[in-house]
């Protein structure tokens, strides 16, 4: 993945069978879709991959259990599916999962019991595993500091779990493998007609030299997920409201606050709301939220209300009660949800099933969905886009293709933090090998070294300290201060692998720490003990 090879395609070739707009999950998997199918493909992202909600998820990969409470079966059986598919495809990311619901009724622990054995029958022989009842030793045995007052049960059950950004830089990857092409930081800013009022692609700017490119495109492909609305706006100014974002925040505590390799869910909060306590790289995530806002953003801030909520409701059921100043990071992710026709129906109750749209213009859009689902989501959109204009009808491929990276499930190893690198590990520690100061870590406090930053730079389209820290090895995800500690170091290597002057390196610093502190809940100084 070298960004000025990609750039240089874009010259290169004449007409592209799909132009598809947006890097995130939805984009990633139409663009893959298209090129294994053996069309011509680019993908342009105006940001960096996953910079928005494909980043800031809960990081599952689930059916759903609170849709199967719904009675939404055929969504719950859809995304088992698809998890199912994932989990050999991209083995070295998305991994099995225990959850345990704890029971404070005597009734609890038969009622989740039943209902999660619907979960497991729909699976079927994607199933993950066997759910079981617990009782309250055994429950606080595998979840050490769950609260113990009043507890009755505990209901385990298995679900996936990933890590979201990790999977969208190995879909970019992918592609690129394929004979596509996938671009960040190319913002598309304008639709080429035709005097029929057909599009035949796009005007796309650089977002670091400024350079504009007319890319023609048979078809262009709307997958931005909750800016659709913008593109369609570009489309048409008078094609009404698709998409409406419903923001969902989440709080990573120390894993002191979890103790256990398996994750806590909580099927009802005082409003109604499923919060999970999920161990992630060594921390506990806890999440999520869904409050409905009028505009998306690329950086949405936590509410103050919504942080409130996910610590009081974690208080509830951690016997260690955390504070706002146990959270490491706090950040806020908004889910691309289809409109509902009943404005004033609430956002957990709207539908997380993907929609495809065409529009008279030929632009196709895929709105709705979620991370899980994302290969479904594509299928569905290519296979609409081939019926929309008649281009040679071939079937998906990839129900069964390897994502860059994968390995075989039992040569994952967990207790290395390189496992979502899966394949590449080798090399990231031949990197290591080859200089002393590759082999350094960029913070004391976590394991990240030196090695992954050239590695992010040379190979994974790396361009800002953003773009390392928060989606290459995810410490601004982790530990916000940790993060904003290494933005110094990270930017001087960038500066030098890309021979750039000391003063770019000075704004990207900067420019990082300004945004992270908006992962803080309480205000940062400086640590003054770093090498």
């Not at 409109?339 to 895929?366: C, F, Q, W, Y």
């Amino acid at each position: 993945m070298k960004r000025s090879e990609e750039l240089n395609k874009l010259t290169q070739v004449q007409e592209w069978d799909f132009i598809i707009i947006g890097g995130g999950a939805s984009g990633l998997g139409s663009a893959l879709d298209a090129t294994s199918r053996g069309f011509k493909t680019l993908l342009l992202e105006s940001h960096d991959f996953a910079k928005a909600t494909s980043s800031r998820s809960t990081k599952l990969v689930h059916g759903g259990v609170r849709y199967l409470a719904q009675g939404d079966v055929g969504l719950v059986k859809e995304a088992l599916k698809e998890r199912g598919l994932l989990a050999k495809n991209a083995a070295h990311i998305v991994k099995n999962q225990s959850f345990i619901i704890p029971n404070y009724t005597w009734w609890g622990g038969i009622y989740y019991k039943i209902g999660l054995s619907i979960y497991d029958f729909l699976a079927g022989k994607l199933s993950l595993g066997k759910t079981q009842y617990i009782n309250k030793a055994k429950t606080i045995e595998k979840l050490p500091t769950i609260e113990q007052k009043n507890l009755a049960s505990g209901v385990v059950y298995q679900d996936g779990q990933f890590d979201d950004a990790r999977l969208a830089i190995n879909l970019g990857q992918t592609i690129i493998e394929k004979g596509g092409s996938a671009i960040n930081y190319l913002k598309v800013i304008n639709l080429l007609k035709n005097d029929s009022n057909k599009i035949t692609g796009v005007v796309a700017e650089d977002q670091f030299s400024k350079k504009q490119y007319e890319i023609r495109g048979k078809v262009v492909i709307n997958a931005t997920g909750v800016f659709t609305n913008e593109i369609l706006n570009m489309n048409n100014p008078k094609h009404g409201k698709f998409v409406v974002p419903s923001q969902g925040i989440h709080l990573v505590l120390d894993k002191s606050f979890l103790k256990s390799d398996e994750a806590i869910m909580i099927p009802k909060t005082s409003d109604g709301r499923v919060l999970f306590v999920v161990p992630w790289h060594d921390r506990a995530l806890v999440g999520t939220t869904d409050t409905l806002l009028d505009d998306p953003s690329f950086e949405p801030h936590a509410l103050e209300s919504e942080i409130e909520f996910v610590l009081n409701t974690a208080r509830q059921y951690l016997s260690k009660k955390p504070t706002r100043e146990d959270v490491k990071s706090v950040f806020a992710g908004l889910r691309p949800l289809a409109a509902p026709k009943d404005e004033g129906k609430n956002t957990k109750e709207v539908s997380r099933s993907h929609k495809v749209i065409t529009s008279d213009t030929g632009l196709v859009s895929i709105i709705g969905g979620k991370w899980t689902t994302y290969r479904k989501m594509a299928e569905d959109t290519i296979d609409k886009a081939i019926q929309i204009h008649k281009l040679p009808s071939t079937p998906t491929k990839t129900e069964r293709l390897s994502i860059h990276g994968n390995i075989k499930p039992e040569e994952v190893d967990r207790s290395n933090h390189l496992y979502v690198y899966g394949s590449d590990i080798p090399a990231i520690k031949n990197l290591q090998s080859s200089n002393p100061e590759y082999s350094k870590k960029i913070h004391p406090d976590h394991p990240f070294t030196v090695a992954e930053i050239i590695w992010a730079i040379r190979h994974e389209m790396a361009e800002t300290v953003e773009d390392i820290l928060a989606r290459r090895v995810r410490l601004l995800f982790l530990d916000a201060r940790a993060a904003i500690d290494s933005a110094h170091k990270v930017a001087a290597i960038i500066a030098e692998e890309r021979q750039l002057p000391q003063e770019w390196a000075q704004e990207q610093e900067k420019e990082f720490i300004e945004l992270a502190k908006g992962y803080l809940l309480t205000p940062y100084s400086p640590n003054t003990n770093l090498n």
